[in-house]
């Protein structure tokens, strides 16, 4: 037999074995030995070089493909983890390097707890726009916290301060039948007086007159230089009307009648979410700077809403613009303590609510309080704040509006405008209440203190009672001599001065509360001089004994016939019902018969005027 063994360094040999059919044989690197039969012929001889590497094998089967990079894959779509190891770019939220927009009716929500610092967004504008019907879109503050205090939308200037320094502006804007865009009405509050310690508001409420041309028509003006008072201006031009629909109250009294009489760039080898540190369903990747992504647990968007548990912070100057479906879902909702936008640029920071719809109804900035309800609980202010010049921070002026009564069918409301008047105290100029228990009306104070000035351009027109105190006169000149006796001036009687009292030609019976201010006398012939005493006496109800008011002297002379003597009384009050009588007399004689024209200059208090029914009455 033959065997072909190969030796280590890679030779053939061939051995053949005689004698026996069966070979045991030892291989080492370079020998064979036949150990078995013990008596054995070997030979060996070389053989031919090793032959060709065979052929490669075929290769194998090829492995499954691996799983795809994320679903839902489109430009500017801001990628969200789907489960624990795969991405998902979101339909609904978008972000093209200068604004993250939501769509199909999503909510951006941002969560922040009490007592953290504010949210804010800074920027030069904030628009949210709509192209859709109903009230949208719309701010909405809610606050569920219950006590007294609102939510407040506040316009603050905190440059330092000078007079007539604009410091918020509320825009309604609007396009005219020709598409022709317009400001149709503006709420302004301003700095009045910048003055430290003195510092005084103006509130303006705008629109637009005849020509598009935008007017104050209420002008509130803390600037009076007197504590505690607070001027207002209504209408605008002359032939403007300002209407009362109730009772017109100056002061404290009712003043005239109704009638006149008086989106993230795409991140395409991210495949899974496995590793994430602190990954969190829903939340948004950001880029860590280091080649590492991560999931934010404070930012989140579940398919429709975006939340941000922090602050919103736009310091590119960009408009930060949301859009939703009406009758899905509010436009954007917020949920945080505050929200401030703050511009160091000439003008801004705006916030606009725009509605492109055909219809007649607006945008709307709804305050609102959640809590259950109690009287006098403020619901809302808007506040405008600036500094004065010494650039102290300052409240000018602030639209407050309340529960006036919280009571479940009785429900009534209570809107302050209010400016800073004199030392910077911020008081009520115009106060319309409807706490009134009545249907239909509606309780309206106008001014502070009762020095301010309520001023009317144009007519005033009363629908119901206006009263109020005005002003009147007593007419009775006469012919005669003044002298050295006691006379009483003919109030209701014939030319005549006569020298008693309690007569029909003397007394006068007060119809209200009378005060009599002044009076002026000319004489026609004055011959001598002296000293001339007013004096007004009253009785009171139940007496005819008269009893001195009041007593005012002027000295006189021959050269004072035709000149005005006047005589200034500091508030010579006749109550209703009370008779008065006035009394003339001269330490001198100064006059010999000659006429004398004198007029008496009243007050009369109409609010305090008799109005109970037909009866006697005794004091």
């Known amino acids: 037999m033959s065997v072909s063994v190969t030796t ?79 991405l998902n770019g979101e339909a609904n939220l978008t972000f093209d390097g200068s604004e993250l927009n939501g769509g199909g009716g999503s909510q951006i929500k941002a969560f922040e707890e009490i007592g953290d610092s504010d949210s804010d967004l800074f920027g030069k504008a904030v628009e949210l726009s709509s192209p859709d019907g109903g009230n949208t879109p719309y701010i909405e503050l809610v606050s569920s916290h219950v006590d007294s205090n609102a939510p407040i939308i506040t316009f603050q200037k905190t440059a330092t301060g000078a007079d007539d320094d604009d410091l918020g502006v509320i825009r309604f ?65 002359a032939a403007s009307t300002t209407t009362v629909a109730g009772t017109l109250t100056m002061g404290s009294t009712a003043a005239m009648t109704n009638v006149g009489a008086l989106s993230v760039a795409a991140q395409p080898n991210i495949t899974t979410m496995t590793g994430f540190l602190g990954g969190t369903a829903n939340g948004l990747i950001t880029d860590d700077g280091d080649g590492t992504v991560t999931s934010e647990s404070a930012l989140t968007f579940d398919g429709n809403d975006l939340t941000i548990d922090g602050n919103i912070v736009n310091d590119g100057g960009g408009d930060l613009t949301g859009f939703g479906v009406v009758g899905t879902a509010a436009v954007t909702a917020y949920s945080g303590i505050s929200m401030d936008l703050s511009s160091s640029l000439s003008s801004g920071p705006d916030l606009k609510l725009t509605n492109s719809n055909t219809n007649d109804t607006a945008p709307e900035l709804i305050l609102e309080k959640t809590a259950v309800g109690a009287d006098d609980d403020d619901l809302g202010v808007i506040k405008f704040k600036g500094d004065d010049d010494g650039g102290g921070a300052h409240t000018y002026a602030n639209i407050i509006g309340e529960i006036a009564d919280a009571t479940a069918g009785q429900e009534a409301g209570r809107l302050s405008l209010k400016v800073a008047e004199y030392d910077g105290t911020v008081t009520t100029g115009i106060l319309i209440d409807g706490d009134t228990d009545a249907d239909g009306e509606i309780d309206v104070t106008i001014g502070a203190g009762a020095a301010s000035t309520t001023t009317v351009a144009g007519d005033l027109t009363a629908a119901g009672t206006l009263t109020a105190k005005t002003y009147d006169y007593i007419s009775c000149g006469y012919y005669d001599d003044i002298n050295t006796t006691l006379h009483y001036l003919p109030l209701n009687g014939p030319p005549a001065e006569v020298a008693t009292e309690g007569n029909s030609y003397t007394d006068w019976v007060a119809p209200c509360h009378t005060t009599v201010l002044s009076a002026q006398m000319r004489f026609s012939a004055l011959s001598g001089s002296g000293n001339l005493t007013m004096t007004v006496k009253k009785d009171a109800i139940g007496s ?73 009455i005794t004091s």
């Open 173 to 237: 804007k609007g396009d005219d039948e020709g598409d022709g865009s317009h400001t149709y009405a503006n709420i302004l509050g301003e700095i009045a007086d910048a003055t430290a310690g003195e510092e005084a508001g103006r509130l303006s409420l705008q629109v637009a007159e005849y020509d598009g041309t935008v007017t104050t028509g209420i002008l509130i003006n803390g600037d009076t230089n007197a504590d505690g008072e607070v001027d207002v201006t209504l209408g605008a031009g």
């Open 544 to 616: 005819s004994t008269p009893s001195d008011v009041e007593a005012e002297t002027v000295a006189v002379g021959s050269g004072n016939s035709d000149d005005v003597v006047h005589f200034l009384f500091d508030g010579a009050v006749i109550n209703k019902g009370e008779v008065m009588k006035i009394a003339i007399q001269a330490d001198t004689d100064v006059t010999s018969f000659s006429n004398t024209f004198v007029t008496i200059v009243l007050l009369q208090d109409w609010s305090d005027r008799y109005t109970v029914s037909s009866a006697v």
């Open 8 to 86: 280590t360094s890679g030779d053939t040999i061939s051995v053949s074995v005689g004698g026996s059919t069966s070979v045991n044989f030892t291989k080492t690197t370079s020998t064979v030995s036949v150990t078995s039969p013990s008596t054995s012929t070997i030979s060996v001889s070389n053989q031919g070089p090793k032959g060709e590497t065979g052929a490669t094998g075929a290769t194998g089967a090829t492995g499954a493909t691996g799983a795809a990079p994320m679903t839902n894959g489109v430009n500017n779509r801001v990628v969200t983890a789907s489960g624990t190891d795969s």
